[in-house]
């Protein structure tokens, strides 16, 4: 049982132009919610995190906004750069503890100049 | 660079055999994560150790086992390997019982 979902195996964007990455969750007891970025022989690292008391969170280029009726986040990158291409993953926790993170499985975002 | 140093990175193994996974936490960092990651699929909690002591436990197998020892280092071990078991494993640190962790590089186990 796939608790957290993210259905875009990959995505394709140009340079300077938005990115949104997207995340699914099944389980209404999730209330913190966090987005990893992995580069290829690397170990994930935190990009941007949002707690469900907020539907909205910026940090620079990155914003990730959350749907609690949905259960959706997304995760806005703007302006896209090449350095962004990445493997995104989005995580998913009941309660801030990092611990028993359920994750989803990855979203491939290629940046091309 | 994470701080978090994960040996091997690479190591292949036939079915049946046992491994170890070695993992350094950050300096000062007490709590140590273990996730694993299988072909197409998302990074699984396996396990949490904090200041030696087993904190949660995710969906480890019995054949799998972990500890952490006084220095704060942590060892994952694998045995009775079969071909599933082929995955990167992951291990992550952070200075308390919750809150950010941050992941080292992995180990890329290939069981043949």
């Known amino acids: 049982d796939q608790q957290v979902k993210q259905n875009s195996p990959s995505l394709s964007v140009q340079e300077g132009r938005i990115s949104i990455l997207n995340c699914d969750y099944t389980?209404?007891?999730?209330?913190?919610f966090l987005w990893y970025k992995k580069y290829p022989a690397e170990g994930p690292t935190f990009l941007i995190s949002i707690s469900s008391i907020k539907d909205k969170n910026e940090d620079g280029r990155f914003t990730v906004f959350l749907n609690k009726s949905a259960k959706h986040l997304s995760l806005h990158i703007v302006p896209s750069q090449p350095g962004d291409s990445a493997v995104y993953f989005c995580?998913?926790?009941?309660?801030?503890?990092?611990?028993?993170?359920?994750f989803g499985t990855g979203t491939r975002l290629l940046v091309s100049p | 660079d994470s701080g978090v140093t994960q040996t091997p990175k690479h190591l292949i193994t036939a079915t049946g055999q046992r491994v170890t996974l070695r993992c350094s936490p950050r300096s000062g960092d007490l709590s140590v994560y273990w996730y694993q990651q299988s072909l197409d699929q998302g990074l699984q909690f396996l396990i949490q150790y904090y200041n030696g002591e087993e904190r949660a436990k995710g969906n480890i197998l019995e054949r799998f086992s972990a500890q952490q020892f006084p220095d704060l280092h942590s060892e994952l071990n694998l045995s009775s390997l079969e071909l599933g078991d082929s995955a990167l494993y992951f291990c992550?640190?952070?200075?308390?019982?919750?809150?950010?962790?941050?992941f080292g590089q992995g180990t890329r186990l290939t069981v043949v």
């Open positions: 992550a640190s952070s200075p308390g019982p919750s809150g950010e962790a941050f």
């Open positions: 995580a998913a926790s009941e309660g801030t503890g990092f611990q028993k993170l359920v």
């Open positions: 389980n209404s007891m999730f209330d913190y």
